[in-house]
């Protein structure tokens, strides 16, 4: 089974903070994509990776950057942690070149409260 | 119009009936669809995908395609309380730009013993 690891199950941090949420995939994936969730606004997506090194902006990057530097590894960074920024953020991974065909495997999720 | 859409609900379903989820997308373009189950305060995990026009059956799940018609439609035979949860539909289209997936917003199911 894909194993998809968020380090974090619940955060909390202060408005200014920079936040580093990290996410680690088992099965050589090699895309991998992070989601926020929000209540009435459903699974909305931050940013994705197709290779090491590679990023693409998704629907709402603002206020967010990542890093894969590993291909098993991918990091949601919030360089000054916002109020707004709280919610619950999905790491997910996928098989296939470029490509989304396949399924997403959803990590367990992080509930970050900024405060 | 929102590009993938789906009745929020709550569904209330009695233990044992079929559910049915419907899910209507706009991207003519879409070729993959999969449904997801999110139990409260847990992440989705995958429960179906379908590629092609047709029914496809998993279990007491059936999926089923309709690019003519461009919805894609979830049932659950035998429906059981443990079934109760949020149903997302997520639909793949393949665009020059870099294919997108997009969820939409849920079905909420509950089953009643």
């Known amino acids: 089974d894909v194993k998809v690891t968020q380090s974090s199950r619940y955060l909390v941090k202060r408005t200014g903070e920079k936040v580093f949420l990290e996410c680690v995939q088992d099965m050589d994936h090699e895309n991998m994509f992070w989601y926020r969730q929000d209540p009435g606004l459903g699974l909305r997506l931050i940013y994705f990776s197709y290779d090491v090194k590679m990023k693409e902006k998704g629907d709402i990057p603002e206020g967010y950057s990542v890093s894969r530097e590993k291909k098993e590894r991918f990091s949601l960074i919030l360089e000054s942690a916002s109020t707004n920024q709280t919610s619950m953020y999905l790491c997910?991974?996928?098989?296939?070149?470029?490509?989304?065909?396949?399924?997403?495997?959803f990590g367990n999720g992080t509930r970050l409260t900024v405060t | 119009q929102k590009e993938v859409e789906q009745n929020s609900g709550p569904l209330s379903v009695p233990e044992g009936a079929i559910a049915s989820l419907n899910c209507t997308y706009s991207?003519?373009?879409?070729?993959?669809f999969f449904w997801y189950r999110q139990y409260s305060g847990k992440s989705p995990e995958l429960i179906m995908s379908?590629?092609?026009?047709g029914d496809k059956e998993d279990g007491r799940f059936t999926a089923q395609l309709n690019k003519a018609s461009q919805y894609v439609s979830l049932l659950i035979r035998d429906s059981q309380p443990s079934d109760s949860a949020t149903y997302l539909c997520?639909?793949?289209?393949?665009?020059?730009?870099?294919?997108?997936?997009?969820f939409g917003g849920g079905t909420r199911v509950l089953v009643k013993p």
């Open positions: 991207d003519r373009g879409s070729q993959s």
């Open positions: 379908i590629y092609s026009n």
């Open positions: 997910a991974s996928s098989l296939g070149s470029r490509g989304w065909h396949s399924p997403l495997h």
């Open positions: 997520a639909v793949l289209a393949i665009k020059a730009a870099g294919n997108k997936l997009t």
